[in-house]
Structure formats: C-alpha cells, structure tokens
C-alpha cells in the first residue's frame, strides 16, 4: 500500500469561473485535514460591459489572494457548449482569474467539472446540489439558500486540488460504493 504524503499546512484558493456569478473558497489544508477559511461569489450580472465584469474579477482574485496568501489556486476548467460566445467570455473570466494569481507568482491547476465532482462525491455527474452536501459534510459548515451553489463549486474545485496532491481521491467506481468506503463523510 502506498504511503500518503503528510501535508503540513497549505491554503488552496478554489474558482469556479463565470461571467454573471463566480464563485470562490479558500480552505486551509493542515496536517491532511482540509478546513473553510472563506468562500462567497462575485455577482457580475449588475456590470453593464464584458470589460467591466473581467476587471472587477481580477481586482476580487488579486484581493483574495493578498487576504489569504494561497499556496495554490485550482480553477474549473470550462465544459465545452454549443453557444461559441459564452464559451469565449468564460474563457475570458478564467483568463483574468488565472493573470491574478499569476502576476503575484500563485501556481495555477485546472480542473474538469467530473473531476472535480468525481474527487468530491465518487459521481461524476453529480448534481450542483450535491456537491454542495458533500462538501458542507466535509468542511462541516451549512448554507441554506442556493445563491451559493458557485461558491460550493469552487470549494469542490480545490478539495479535488487537495485530494489529486495529496493522493486522497476516493477511487469509488459508484456513488454505494464511495459511501460504504467513506462513512465519516457523509453524516
């Protein structure tokens, strides 16, 4: 059996890019244990230009990453959809994002919505909702409305960060069988 390399302490800011809302997490990794430091969502729709929205997300990353000092920041990669424009502007928001963390030397990860949802519930094509139920069980904090889905998406993104570092993926082939591996993550 391998052995699991200790992380003695790290923060990962998490993005889950968007052009109305994108949402992000800061957790703290310590002694392999993942915890909430801060999460929340950036609302664009009130800005009138494309332009506007991608400076106020680079201003918000550059701030999030002066507050929390992240070791690394891991983003959603963009799904591929049928409407070329959205895709574009997505793009452009994660471009700005990425620029942040980058022009203060913060190393960047991509990665796929399935896998991120695969690391974080054993399904890769679970629903936003219960991303979010796992990831309240495991950094053991609740939300009530779903105007947060975005910000539990972007933790979701750096615990899946988290777990392909530090060889912690669950490996389940299904969702019964992630729960009987796992009990202490679902309450």
Same mark, same amino acid.
């Given at each position: 059996m391998p052995t699991q390399k200790v992380i003695q302490e790290k923060i990962i800011l998490g993005v889950d890019p968007g052009t109305n809302v994108m949402?992000?997490?800061?957790?703290?990794?310590?002694?392999?244990?993942? =915890?909430?430091?801060?999460?929340?969502?950036?609302?664009?729709?009130?800005?009138?230009?494309?332009?506007?929205?991608?400076?106020?997300?680079?201003?918000?990353?550059?701030?999030?990453?002066k507050d929390y000092s992240p070791d690394e920041m891991a983003l959603e990669a963009p799904f591929y959809g049928k409407n070329v424009q959205s895709m574009l502007k997505l793009g452009r928001a994660q471009g700005v994002a990425m620029a942040a963390a980058l022009s203060l030397e913060i190393p960047i990860v991509e990665y796929a919505p399935k896998k991120v949802k695969q690391?974080?519930?054993?399904?890769?094509?679970? =629903?936003?909702?219960?991303?979010?139920?796992?990831?309240?069980?495991?950094?053991?904090?609740?939300?009530?409305?779903?105007?947060?889905?975005?910000a539990t998406d972007a933790l979701g993104v750096a615990l899946c960060h988290f777990y392909q570092r530090g060889n912690n993926t669950p490996k389940s082939k299904s969702w019964k069988a992630f729960l009987s591996e796992n009990p202490g993550r679902v309450k």
């Open positions: 949402g992000y997490g800061v957790i703290l990794i310590k002694k392999n244990k993942p =915890s909430l430091l801060q999460y929340g969502v950036i609302h664009l729709s009130k800005y009138e230009t494309h332009a506007l929205k991608l400076k106020k997300i680079y201003e918000r990353i550059l701030q999030l990453i690391s974080v519930t054993g399904n890769g094509n679970a =629903s936003k909702e219960q991303v979010a139920s796992m990831i309240m069980s495991i950094l053991n904090f609740k939300i009530e409305e779903n105007s947060m889905l975005d």
